[in-house]
């Protein structure tokens, strides 16, 4: 089970959130939509767990853009 631990909208319209999840707590920066719906979180969660195991996804590879918070 995943939970959308924080989230808030920058100046650009931009999001910042954390996810919390069996790998711990990933922080997704410059998202274009956020919301608390399992189904997405899911997809961004694993998407950015991936990257930082080393793959490489369009968005989420920028450095900066995810971090792992905690395990």
Do not use: F
């Not at 650009?12 to 069996?22: E, W």
């Amino acid at each position: 089970m995943l939970t959308l631990l924080t989230y808030k909208q920058n100046t650009d319209q931009l999001y910042t959130a954390v996810v919390k999840g069996p790998v711990g707590s990933i922080e997704m920066r410059e998202l274009v939509w956020i919301v608390d719906r399992q189904d997405l979180l899911e997809i961004y969660y694993w998407e950015a767990w991936a990257v930082l195991q080393g793959g490489y996804h369009c968005c989420w590879s920028i450095p900066g853009k995810i971090q792992l918070l905690s395990t």
